[in-house]
Structure formats: structure tokens, C-alpha cells
């Protein structure tokens, strides 16, 4: 989370020149500037490593006026993709590599640097002058190996059978005096040490463990598919939405031609004196690379979509295929607190709508009756949508499987999760919307 972030003052090491850092990391945000890993006091004395608001990494430091910048060639801005980070200083010499392959630096000098040094505070998520250019997305297995240059390949490792890169245990280490291996999977201690050296870190803010890893990558809002005029905002590792303007459209970075399930929460109801509202639901594969997520663009929009209003029921589920335009009324409304689900039967084009475990138009996923969208669907990928109406219409916290709207955990989870964690019971054949599930069920 953008607000959170761990710290640990290290201790004398066993050699402040050399160390090697390797960190899965997964942005959720593009804007600004955003340190992840830092160390040090001040201005002017400290060493970060950060995602500049250009998408490249850099690493920068400033000791008493003295300065050097490393900024990478290579630009980092897949929402939708884990990176592995390994960053190798050797006496003053960095290396970056990135999923195991050589990235060029502009420059391949830090010399002396406030990482590793002894009585200095290392952040993780955080810059170290103040907390207005925090990290903003996921980590996993964050190690830090104190005196060593260690390869990737100690870290990661090429699937035999797809060739793409991927999470290994660490094994054989020597970490070193201050060295440590965060895996995050104690949702209690997420700063826990595992490298048996005891650096565990200080947790501060609202962070929170996600089942979104390197091994199992879970869709996410996708903020390179915004509504192109006024984007929504979105915000909690993109897994929440609060849009400004007209038909803030949005979709995620993973869609599927199976059965999928998601759950959205209701965190503000919208203003609806003047019909507006928030549609929750899924678009067809056909909706992309559409220019321009606009009302007076419908026809281009394949999707479901169930609005919730404070006070009115008008078009309170519908159905948009092509220039159709389904309205079922008489529907129940949602309103702040209520949670909102939605089955998508992608391969039969069927999309379900519940409001807090009660299907509207009397649908039934499992027995494929009463979906929102009439007589006929559309197969193919779908993907989880959502397209406010107005200007006044509420907030939205999303869990894809990771059991948190937002940064409250969910009161108790339902059953048939398959390994994912949801408010209310799973319909049979139906699975979450991540990488393990696409490569099963497509």
C-alpha cells in the first residue's frame, strides 16, 4: 500500500562495498517517483532506489553534496507482470539485472553509498526524507545478502516448459552480518527475517499480505485501459476505483474465456438524484482498443453491467451488446456496505450479477438461468468492468481473490475459493481470475 512501509537500522556489516539486493516487485501505480528500497537520514545523506515518473529504475545518492544518479535504459511499466529485481554492487561497481537479464545503467558507478553502512535506517516502500513518494504496489521475497555478489539464478530460475522467468527459494546463502530474507508470509509479522539472521523489519502503515505472488499472478484494475477523456482514479494497489467524471470506464489487467468470479464492496453510495451510479460487471474482448470509453460510444461496448443508485432503479441492470440495450427493473439496489459479484460465463457470453449473495433477475450460474443479458451471449474473453454513470457515484473496493476490499480483510470467507479467498460462496465451476486458473482452464 502507498501508506505503508517497513524500516530496520542495520548493524556493523560484514563489508559495507559489496551486497546484493533481489526483490519481485509488481507496480501498481505509474505516476510520480517511488522508492522502494532506501537508506539513510536525510537530503543529503542518503542512497534510494526508485521508479522514476518516467517508468525507469534509478538509483541516486547524495552524501554531503556528493552525488551520483544510475538511471536504467530499460523502462518498467507492466502493471500486470511481476519483475524481478537484482541490483549487485561490487566495491562501488552496480550491475542491474531485471528477470535474469543484463540491463544497462547510464551509468555504472554509486561508489561510496549509505546502504549497508552501520546505524543507518533502511527503508523498504519508503523515500527516507518523508513519506510523499512511497512505493505504490506488491513485493515478494525481498533478500538482502550482506558481502557477497550473488547471480540471479540463486533467486529465480526459466520455466522448463513456457521459458518464462520464476520465483526460486534461495538455497546456500551466505547472508552476511546484516543480510535477510523477507518472504512475507506471515500476515501477523510481515517483516519477519528468514534467512536465520533475525533482521526482521518494523511494519508501518496499512500493509497488507496479498495472495497476488511472482508464482500466482491475480488480475488487478488495469490503468493503461482507462477511459481515454477523464480517467478514474484508481487507488489500494488497484484494487480499488474512485472516479471523478462521466463514464470513468475501467477494466483489469486479466481477463478469461472460463468461468470467473470477483466481488466489489460498496465503500460510498453515489448521489442518485439525477440517476447516477456505478456498473459492475464485465466487457467483451471486442470493447479494446476502442478510442474513447464514452456514452455516445455504446455500440462499440459488449458487456453487463448491474448500476446501484440511492435512491432510484432506473436501469438497475441492463445489458449492452452491440446497439442493444436490455433494462431488467425492479432490482434490488445496492447501497454503502452492500457487496456486489459477479459470475462471468465467458465462454457461453453469460454474465451474473449478485447484491450481497442474492442474484438478481433470479440467476442462477450454476444452472446457467437468469443471467443479466437476455437470450444470447457473446463467447470469447471477458474481463471485469466497471463504468460509472454521473458525476457523484460512490467508491468501489475490488477483491479478485486476495481476500481484502481495500485494506479490510473480508468478515468470513465463503466456500469453493479453490485457493482464493471471497465474501460469499464461489458458484461451482467458477474460479477466481488469475494465472494459475488461465493456464488450467484457460
Given at each position: 500500500?502507498?501508506?505503508?512501509?517497513?524500516?530496520?537500522?542495520?548493524?556493523?556489516?560484514?563489508?559495507?562495498?559489496?551486497?546484493?539486493?533481489?526483490?519481485?516487485?509488481?507496480?501498481?501505480?505509474?505516476?510520480?517517483?517511488?522508492?522502494f528500497?532506501?537508506?539513510?537520514?536525510?537530503?543529503?545523506?542518503?542512497?534510494?532506489?526508485?521508479?522514476?515518473?518516467?517508468?525507469?529504475?534509478?538509483?541516486?545518492?547524495?552524501?554531503?553534496?556528493?552525488?551520483?544518479?544510475?538511471?536504467?535504459?530499460?523502462?518498467?511499466?507492466?502493471?500486470?507482470?511481476?519483475?524481478?529485481?537484482?541490483?549487485?554492487?561490487?566495491?562501488?561497481?552496480?550491475?542491474?539485472?531485471?528477470?535474469?537479464?543484463?540491463?544497462?545503467?547510464?551509468?555504472?558507478?554509486?561508489?561510496?553509498?549509505?546502504?549497508?553502512?552501520?546505524?543507518?535506517?533502511?527503508?523498504?516502500?519508503?523515500?527516507?526524507?518523508?513519506?510523499?513518494?512511497?512505493?505504490?504496489?506488491?513485493?515478494?521475497?525481498?533478500?538482502?545478502?550482506?558481502?557477497?555478489?550473488?547471480?540471479?539464478?540463486?533467486f529465480?530460475?526459466?520455466?522448463?516448459?513456457?521459458?518464462?522467468?520464476?520465483f526460486?527459494?534461495?538455497?546456500?546463502v551466505?547472508?552476511?552480518?546484516?543480510?535477510?530474507?523477507?518472504?512475507?508470509?506471515?500476515?501477523?509479522?510481515?517483516g519477519?527475517?528468514?534467512s536465520?539472521?533475525?533482521?526482521?523489519?518494523?511494519?508501518?502503515?496499512?500493509?497488507?499480505?496479498?495472495?497476488?505472488?511472482?508464482?500466482?499472478?491475480?488480475?488487478?484494475?488495469?490503468?493503461?485501459?482507462?477511459?481515454?477523456?477523464?480517467?478514474?482514479?484508481?487507488?489500494?494497489?488497484?484494487?480499488?476505483?474512485?472516479?471523478?467524471?462521466?463514464?470513468?470506464?475501467?477494466?483489469?489487467?486479466?481477463?478469461?474465456?472460463?468461468?470467473?468470479?470477483?466481488?466489489?464492496?460498496?465503500?460510498q453510495?453515489?448521489?442518485?438524484?439525477?440517476?447516477?451510479?456505478?456498473?459492475?460487471?464485465?466487457?467483451?474482448?471486442?470493447?479494446?482498443g476502442?478510442?474513447?470509453?464514452?456514452?455516445?460510444?455504446?455500440?462499440?461496448?459488449?458487456?453487463?453491467?448491474?448500476?446501484?443508485?440511492?435512491?432510484?432503479?432506473?436501469?438497475?441492470?441492463?445489458?449492452?451488446?452491440?446497439?442493444?440495450?436490455?433494462?431488467?427493473?425492479?432490482?434490488?439496489?445496492?447501497?454503502?456496505?452492500?457487496?456486489?459479484?459477479?459470475?462471468?460465463?465467458?465462454?457461453?457470453?453469460?454474465?451474473?450479477?449478485?447484491?450481497?449473495?442474492?442474484?438478481?433477475?433470479?440467476?442462477?450460474?450454476?444452472?446457467?438461468?437468469?443471467?443479466?443479458?437476455?437470450?444470447?451471449?457473446?463467447?470469447?474473453?471477458?474481463?471485469?468492468?466497471?463504468?460509472?454513470?454521473?458525476?457523484?457515484?460512490?467508491?468501489?473496493?475490488?477483491?479478485?481473490?486476495?481476500g481484502?476490499?481495500?485494506?479490510?480483510?473480508?468478515?468470513?470467507?465463503?466456500?469453493?475459493?479453490?485457493?482464493?479467498?471471497?465474501?460469499?460462496?464461489?458458484?461451482?465451476?467458477?474460479?477466481?481470475?488469475?494465472?494459475?486458473?488461465?493456464?488450467?482452464?484457460?
Open positions: 500500500m502507498a501508506n505503508s512501509y517497513l524500516n530496520k537500522t542495520f548493524g556493523t556489516p560484514t563489508n559495507s562495498a559489496t551486497w546484493t539486493l533481489s526483490a519481485w516487485i509488481k507496480r501498481s501505480s505509474l505516476s510520480g517517483s517511488q522508492k528500497f532506501t537508506a539513510g537520514s536525510s537530503d543529503t545523506d542518503r542512497t534510494e532506489m526508485y521508479f522514476a515518473s518516467g517508468g525507469n529504475l534509478s538509483i541516486y545518492s547524495n552524501l554531503s553534496g556528493t552525488t551520483a544518479t544510475l538511471n536504467s535504459t530499460r523502462l518498467f511499466r507492466d502493471t500486470s507482470a511481476w519483475y524481478h529485481f537484482v541490483v549487485q554492487n561490487n566495491n562501488g561497481t552496480v550491475t542491474l539485472y531485471v528477470n535474469n537479464q543484463t540491463v544497462s545503467l547510464s551509468s555504472s558507478t554509486l561508489g561510496t553509498n549509505k546502504i549497508n553502512i552501520d546505524s543507518t535506517a533502511h527503508y523498504i516502500g519508503r523515500q527516507v526524507a518523508d513519506t510523499t513518494q512511497n512505493f505504490d504496489g506488491y513485493m515478494s521475497h525481498v533478500s538482502f545478502v550482506d558481502g557477497s555478489v550473488v547471480a540471479p539464478t540463486t529465480g530460475e526459466t520455466d522448463s516448459t513456457s521459458g518464462i522467468w520464476k526460486k527459494s534461495p538455497s546456500g551466505t547472508w552476511g552480518t546484516n543480510g535477510f530474507h523477507l518472504k512475507f508470509e506471515n500476515s501477523a509479522a510481515l519477519t527475517d528468514s536465520g539472521n533475525t533482521n526482521t523489519f518494523a511494519v508501518n502503515g496499512n500493509l497488507k499480505q496479498a495472495l497476488d505472488t511472482p508464482s500466482n499472478v491475480y488480475a488487478t484494475l488495469n490503468p493503461l485501459n482507462l477511459q481515454a477523456s477523464s480517467p478514474p482514479t484508481i487507488i489500494k494497489g488497484n484494487t480499488g476505483i474512485s472516479a471523478i467524471g462521466d463514464n470513468d470506464n475501467v477494466s483489469t489487467t486479466l481477463g478469461g474465456e472460463f468461468k470467473w468470479y470477483y466481488e466489489a464492496k460498496c465503500v453510495s453515489p448521489d442518485g438524484s439525477n440517476g447516477y451510479g456505478l456498473g459492475v460487471g464485465a466487457c467483451h474482448v471486442d470493447t479494446f476502442h478510442s474513447g470509453w464514452s456514452a455516445g460510444n455504446r455500440s462499440n461496448f459488449v458487456y453487463s453491467e448491474a448500476k446501484w443508485y440511492s435512491n432510484s432503479l432506473v436501469n438497475a441492470g441492463r445489458f449492452v451488446q452491440g446497439n442493444g440495450n436490455q433494462v431488467i427493473g425492479s432490482l434490488t439496489q445496492a447501497t454503502a456496505g452492500d457487496i456486489i459479484g459477479c459470475a462471468c460465463d465467458a465462454a457461453n457470453g453469460k454474465v451474473y450479477i449478485h447484491i450481497n449473495g442474492t442474484y438478481l433477475n433470479s440467476g442462477d450460474p450454476v444452472n446457467g438461468t437468469g443471467f443479466i443479458g437476455g437470450t444470447t451471449g457473446k463467447s470469447g474473453m471477458w474481463f471485469p468492468f466497471f463504468s460509472p454513470d454521473g458525476t457523484d457515484y460512490g467508491t468501489l473496493d475490488i477483491n479478485f481473490g486476495n481484502y476490499f481495500g485494506t479490510t480483510a473480508i468478515s468470513s470467507a465463503g466456500s469453493n475459493g479453490n485457493g482464493s479467498l471471497f465474501e460469499y460462496d464461489v458458484p461451482s465451476g467458477y474460479y477466481a481470475l488469475n494465472t494459475k486458473n488461465l493456464n488450467t482452464y484457460g
